[in-house]
């Protein structure tokens, strides 16, 4: 039992999602710092929180799903206090690749350290609160791996030297 439980550590996994993880393809919501202009057509669809559901906003990118339409409200005069107040953040749905955890660090040793925490005397002696309570991260309640670096580079919403822009490029330094 013990043997096991160190295995899904180290590949930073659960007994329920080892049971698929071949074949697991992970959707994440990955904020976009400088969202798109809202005609843009894009490889991957978006949302935007506060969701705007009145018909004059319908299709102007504040909800892009080919899909389904938005939801609607029960209260409409709520849903425009409530987005009046609030600024629109814009979230790409991106998808990983069969088999690809986005939360495997690439290292068994650092999944097993975010788990257990980064002293072994704490694995032996656990008077510590675990790293997993740690929720203070402004992009995930829990580390991501490099699958969703790639994920964002190839959507164009990080850059290799990690400044962010939406279509990927560098601003040119002005001399």
Not at 146 to 165: D, T
Request: charged letters at 15%; proline letters at 11%.
């Amino acid at each position: 039992m013990s043997g096991s439980s160190l295995q899904f550590a180290f590949i930073n996994s659960t007994t329920v999602e080892n049971l698929s993880r071949k074949i697991k393809v992970w959707d994440l919501a990955v904020y976009m710092p400088n969202p798109p202009a809202p005609n843009a057509v894009l490889p991957f669809q978006t949302i935007t929180y506060p969701l705007i559901t009145s018909s004059d906003t319908y299709g102007n990118g504040y909800y892009t799903n080919p899909i389904s339409p938005p939801p609607v409200p029960s209260s409409t005069s709520q849903t425009q206090t409530r987005t009046a107040t609030q600024t629109p953040r814009t979230f790409a749905i991106l998808h990983t690749k069969p088999g690809e955890n986005p939360w495997d660090l690439g290292s068994p040793f650092a999944n097993l350290c975010t788990v257990m925490g980064d002293n072994p005397f704490d694995w032996i002696f656990p008077l510590h609160h675990s790293p997993c309570t740690n929720h203070n991260r402004g992009e995930s309640a829990f580390a991501l791996g490099p699958v969703v670096q790639r994920l964002k580079q190839e959507a164009g919403i990080v850059i290799p030297n990690g400044s962010s822009s939406f279509n990927g490029e560098e601003e040119k330094e002005k001399k």
